[in-house]
């Protein structure tokens, strides 16, 4: 993929900010409501690192195309379709780090290696292969992202960004 200006890079980043916070339940600790057992998402304890200055590291650490961004967007929908996983302040990181990892080794012909991954996303290696095995099965293996598919959520992300960028 070519690299993006930058300005539709922050534009990206902010669309799929908002996107996750559209999809998750700040705030709520869903695991202790309703006594179900933590998954291999969910974090000891809530990660104090705000989204967006995540994702930004993230592109500049790993010098991935900001679509890719957009093929991960598919992937945590394609996520949630399959396991009907609430997103919350416990898991969205991990969640949003393993989609990040999976949607770089489907666009790059060289990705990075789990372990320099794994250090910009903030986890162990161990932690991120069981993360990326488990969300591949998760979302059954499915990592193909039609140009149909493609453009929908290139066109969403477009019209999100329009909206925010006229209400501000």
């Known amino acids: ?18 996107l996750i916070k559209d999809v998750s339940t700040e705030g709520v600790n869903y695991q202790k409501e309703l006594e179900s057992e933590p ?16 994702l930004v590291r993230w592109l500049d650490l790993t010098r991935q195309d900001p679509l890719s961004l957009i093929i991960a967007a598919s992937y945590i929908d394609k996520f949630i379709a399959h396991t009907n996983t609430l997103i919350t302040d ?3 990181h991990r969640i949003l780090l393993t989609s990040l990892v999976v949607a770089a080794k489907t666009t790059d012909d ?10 910009i996303g903030g986890v162990t290696v161990a932690e991120l292969n069981r993360l990326e ?26 019209t ?8 501000t």
Do not use: C
């Not at 291999?40 to 989204?51: A, R």
């Not at 999100?160 to 209400?167: C, D, G, I």
């Open 1 to 18: 993929m070519p690299h993006m200006h930058k300005n539709y890079s922050n534009e990206i980043v902010d669309v799929l900010v908002e």
């Open 39 to 54: 998954t291999v998402y969910d974090s000891k304890e809530v990660v104090n690192v705000d989204l967006k200055p995540y």
């Open 90 to 92: 416990y898991n969205k």
């Open 110 to 119: 060289q990705p990075l290696t789990n372990s320099l991954f794994a250090k």
């Open 133 to 158: 095995r488990t969300f591949l099965t998760d979302i059954e293996w499915e990592t193909y992202v039609s140009r149909g598919t493609f453009a929908k959520y290139y066109q969403f992300f477009s």
């Open 160 to 167: 999100f960004a329009t909206k925010k960028t006229v209400s």
